[in-house]
């Protein structure tokens, strides 16, 4: 066992307490004396420190921190993955609310990233999502807290850890404990945004969600998690062009269109028409599925209140083309089967321009072919003398 | 003189003209049918060039208007607009003028076309030496003026109901807005095949012809290309010549 003073200095470790640091700090400032924290030293020169009880005087925050995913042992790791020290530093602890603490608001993820960004360290644990940090910074609460200094901006542990107890509480995603697990991911997005999980709780997929529904999107589905962005940036998840895919992520599936008896064929039937066209052309004003159905509170066109109810449909169509006809409503929006989605008429018309398609090709080669034929084989020494 | 034209399928055969069949050339079209032809082919080209992506959503070739897709639909119903000022100009020209009012009853559907059609299919194949004694427009330029007057007609009437949705909707239902949707695709689809299958084989890549005609920009035939593939209309112009008997005026 290397733990002996002269080994720590081989090794070019740190040996001193740097005074000004501690003096500074909150503990300095509280008039704390070495031993108050590592009891075990009695005389000097001394062997090294046992480790510190923070508990001894912070005990809720032990308590808190011993019940989270840092502070119980890891089944992958074999350790501890966090202890106070970790997040907090050491001699020279500040206050939270210091800008020199080390778990300030506004710098609190370059604390998280110390770990959470390490490959190695992180493998160690099994994980190996390195870039929620990073992705976090470029996200439009990444960039609200730094690039505009807004500490009303969410860091880390606001989602991550429990409401009021903050940091120490932080449970894996997949624990039901967690704030950010589907059954709670609602309600900690609505701490901020309460209009949207307002409406989102009346619509249909809010609604399923509240009766157990696995399937249904909850927000962070849609707008994803630590990459959310505005609405108005072109890499999110709901801008304009990319609301087709992310909505038929799930409603261009066939089970899941089975499963709720959804119809099918959304994709092409949105792709192939003017809107859909037009907006994968570039042209964002076109509709895509949010400026029909809406967004948060989406209801099934089945539904009264619905905007693509038949009651609505005519008002919603002329928000964006007033004086529209009201016989818009006399027929499918969207068609993806001239048989199926218009009627049999129509798939005659259809069937009629195929004959004739075909027809005109059959007949044009057979025509070139001939005349092919008259100047190689029947008359090839003639040269033809212009004009048709 | 169009009074006093002969009637163009009875009556002796006249001589053969002893001119320089080469060197003398007639007028195959007019200036007025050569400018309709050059702007129906421009607005043509650009209907199709800002239509046809349209018809193919799930492809690439959707992104070749990049951000410019209002661009696309305001240039497109622009060479829309200059198609259905074309209809209406022909329309015109075919009633009020003498050249139009001639060559439209030359393209009068005559049961001799089914006969020159047939006739036509055995000198294709060896089995006749006469070629088919067509007149100024023979059976398939026929069809294809008819083709042309029919497809602007449907793309016209179909493009104004898209452009004006919302009131097509308010007096058809959604169906039949789709049917015009459908509609002036296929039509589309047909007309651009029928240019680049046909038309383009027939006018310019044919043998004897290639690589170009001119006689969409000069408007000009020689008498040697009118007799071989206008016989009929080549005997009505030797008629039309000999009015008047050579020599009496110092002409021909």
């Given at each position: 066992?290397?733990?002996?003073?002269?080994?720590?200095?081989?090794?070019?470790?740190?040996?001193?307490?740097?005074?000004?640091?501690?003096?500074?700090?909150i503990?300095?400032?509280?008039?704390?004396?070495?031993?108050?924290?590592?009891?075990?030293?009695?005389?000097?020169?001394?062997?090294r420190?046992?480790?510190?009880d923070c508990?001894?005087c912070?005990?809720?925050?032990?308590?808190?921190?011993?019940g989270?995913?840092?502070?119980?042992?890891?089944?992958?790791?074999?350790?501890?993955?966090?202890?106070?020290?970790?997040?907090?530093?050491?001699?020279?602890?500040?206050?939270?609310?210091?800008?020199?603490?080390?778990?300030?608001?506004?710098?609190?993820?370059?604390?998280?990233?110390g770990?959470?960004?390490?490959?190695?360290?992180?493998?160690?644990?099994?994980?190996?999502?390195?870039?929620?940090?990073?992705?976090?910074?470029?996200?439009?609460?990444?960039?609200?807290?730094?690039d505009?200094?807004?500490?009303?901006a969410?860091?880390?542990?606001?989602?991550?850890?429990?409401?009021?107890?903050?940091?120490?509480?932080v449970?894996?995603?997949?624990?039901?404990?967690?704030?950010?697990?589907?059954?709670?991911?609602?309600?900690?997005?609505g701490?901020?945004?309460?209009?949207?999980?307002t409406?989102?709780?009346?619509?249909?997929?809010?609604?399923?969600?509240?009766?157990?529904?696995?399937?249904?999107?909850?927000c962070?589905?849609?707008?994803?998690?630590?990459?959310?962005?505005?609405?108005?940036?072109?890499?999110?998840?709901?801008?304009?062009?990319?609301?087709?895919?992310?909505?038929?992520?799930?409603?261009?599936?066939?089970?899941?269109?089975a499963?709720?008896g959804?119809?099918?064929?959304r994709?092409?039937?949105?792709?192939?028409?003017?809107?859909?066209?037009?907006?994968?052309?570039?042209?964002?004003?076109?509709?895509n599925?949010?400026?029909?159905?809406?967004?948060?509170?989406i209801?099934?066109?089945?539904?009264?209140?619905?905007?693509?109810?038949?009651?609505?449909?005519?008002?919603?169509?002329?928000r964006?083309?007033?004086?529209?006809?009201?016989?818009?409503?006399?027929?499918?929006?969207h068609v993806?089967?001239?048989?199926?989605?218009?009627?049999?008429f129509?798939?005659?018309?259809?069937?009629?321009?195929?004959?004739?398609?075909?027809?005109?090709?059959?007949?044009?080669?057979a025509m070139?072919?001939?005349?092919?034929?008259?100047?190689?084989?029947?008359?090839?020494?003639?040269t033809?003398?212009g004009?048709? | 003189?169009?009074?006093?034209?002969?009637?163009?399928?009875?009556?002796?055969?006249?001589?053969?003209?002893?001119?320089?069949?080469?060197?003398?050339?007639?007028?195959?079209?007019?200036?007025?049918?050569?400018?309709?032809?050059?702007?129906?082919?421009?607005?043509?080209?650009?209907?199709?060039?800002?239509?046809?992506?349209?018809?193919?959503?799930?492809?690439?070739?959707?992104?070749?208007?990049?951000?410019?897709f209002?661009v696309?639909?305001?240039?497109?119903?622009?060479?829309?607009?200059?198609?259905?000022?074309l209809?209406?100009?022909?329309?015109?020209?075919?009633?009020?003028?003498?050249?139009?009012?001639?060559?439209?009853?030359?393209?009068?559907?005559?049961?001799?076309?089914?006969?020159?059609?047939?006739?036509?299919?055995?000198?294709q194949m060896?089995?006749?030496?006469e070629?088919?004694?067509?007149?100024?427009?023979?059976p398939?330029?026929?069809?294809?003026?008819?083709?042309?007057?029919?497809?602007?007609a449907?793309?016209?009437?179909?493009?104004?109901?898209?452009?004006?949705?919302?009131?097509t909707?308010?007096?058809?239902?959604?169906?039949?807005?789709?049917?015009?949707?459908?509609?002036?695709?296929?039509?589309?689809?047909?007309?651009?095949?029928?240019?680049?299958?046909?038309?383009?084989y027939?006018?310019?890549?044919?043998?004897?012809?290639?690589?170009?005609s001119?006689?969409?920009?000069?408007g000009?035939?020689?008498?040697?290309?009118?007799?071989?593939?206008?016989?009929?209309?080549?005997?009505?112009?030797?008629?039309?010549?000999?009015?008047?008997?050579?020599?009496?005026?110092?002409?021909?």
């Amino acid at each position: 066992m290397a733990s002996s003073l002269a080994a720590d200095s081989a090794a070019g470790a740190r040996l001193f307490v740097d005074p000004a640091v501690f003096r500074n700090s909150i503990h300095g400032q509280m008039g704390f004396t070495c031993t108050m924290c590592h009891p075990s030293i009695s005389d000097y020169p001394h062997e090294r420190v046992t480790p510190v009880d923070c508990g001894a005087c912070h005990e809720p925050a032990r308590n808190e921190l011993q019940g989270s995913v840092h502070g119980s042992v890891h089944p992958i790791g074999g350790t501890v993955p966090a202890t106070c020290a970790d997040c907090h530093g050491s001699h020279g602890i500040r206050r939270p609310a210091d800008p020199e603490s080390a778990v300030y608001r506004l710098t609190q993820f370059q604390a998280c990233a110390g770990c959470h960004s390490d490959p190695e360290h992180m493998a160690r644990f099994g994980q190996g999502i390195v870039e929620a940090v990073p992705t976090y910074l470029e996200s439009v609460h990444g960039r609200a807290l730094v690039d505009k200094g807004l500490s009303v901006a969410p860091v880390c542990t606001d989602c991550h850890g429990q409401p009021g107890t903050g940091a120490h509480e932080v449970q894996i995603v997949a624990s039901p404990a967690s704030p950010m697990n589907r059954a709670h991911v609602i309600e900690t997005c609505g701490r901020c945004h309460e209009g949207m999980v307002t409406a989102y709780r009346q619509g249909i997929h809010g609604q399923k969600l509240a009766e157990g529904n696995t399937d249904v999107p909850t927000c962070v589905d849609c707008h994803t998690e630590h990459a959310v962005q505005p609405i108005t940036s072109p890499g999110s998840s709901v801008y304009p062009s990319r609301i087709p895919g992310t909505c038929l992520a799930c409603h261009e599936r066939e089970d899941v269109n089975a499963r709720y008896g959804l119809p099918s064929a959304r994709r092409e039937s949105y792709l192939g028409s003017f809107h859909g066209i037009a907006l994968v052309s570039g042209q964002l004003t076109a509709a895509n599925c949010e400026s029909c159905h809406g967004a948060h509170d989406i209801r099934p066109s089945s539904d009264s209140t619905s905007s693509v109810s038949p009651a609505h449909l005519l008002a919603t169509c002329g928000r964006c083309h007033p004086g529209i006809g009201q016989r818009v409503t006399e027929g499918k929006i969207h068609v993806a089967s001239v048989r199926e989605d218009i009627n049999l008429f129509a798939y005659g018309v259809q069937l009629f321009y195929y004959l004739l398609i075909a027809g005109i090709i059959l007949f044009a080669a057979a025509m070139i072919a001939l005349d092919q034929y008259r100047h190689r084989v029947v008359d090839p020494r003639r040269t033809g003398h212009g004009h048709a | 003189m169009p009074e006093n034209r002969p009637s163009e399928t009875r009556g002796p055969q006249w001589e053969p003209y002893a001119g320089d069949l080469d060197r003398t050339v007639v007028v195959r079209l007019t200036l007025a049918e050569r400018v309709q032809h050059i702007v129906l082919m421009v607005s043509f080209t650009i209907l199709i060039v800002t239509g046809a992506p349209l018809l193919f959503p799930e492809t690439p070739l959707i992104q070749v208007f990049g951000g410019m897709f209002p661009v696309r639909t305001f240039v497109h119903r622009f060479a829309g607009v200059v198609l259905a000022g074309l209809a209406a100009f022909h329309v015109l020209y075919v009633l009020f003028s003498d050249e139009g009012r001639r060559d439209f009853g030359r393209m009068a559907p005559r049961l001799r076309d089914v006969k020159d059609f047939v006739h036509y299919l055995r000198y294709q194949m060896g089995k006749v030496d006469e070629p088919p004694p067509f007149g100024k427009f023979n059976p398939f330029e026929k069809i294809e003026y008819f083709a042309v007057v029919w497809g602007s007609a449907v793309m016209v009437a179909t493009g104004f109901m898209m452009w004006f949705f919302e009131a097509t909707l308010r007096v058809f239902p959604k169906w039949v807005y789709d049917l015009i949707v459908l509609i002036h695709g296929y039509e589309a689809l047909l007309a651009f095949l029928s240019i680049i299958l046909w038309h383009l084989y027939n006018v310019h890549l044919k043998p004897g012809v290639f690589p170009l005609s001119k006689v969409w920009i000069n408007g000009q035939i020689t008498l040697r290309e009118l007799k071989e593939h206008h016989p009929r209309e080549y005997q009505n112009w030797l008629r039309r010549q000999r009015i008047q008997p050579p020599g009496e005026d110092g002409e021909i």
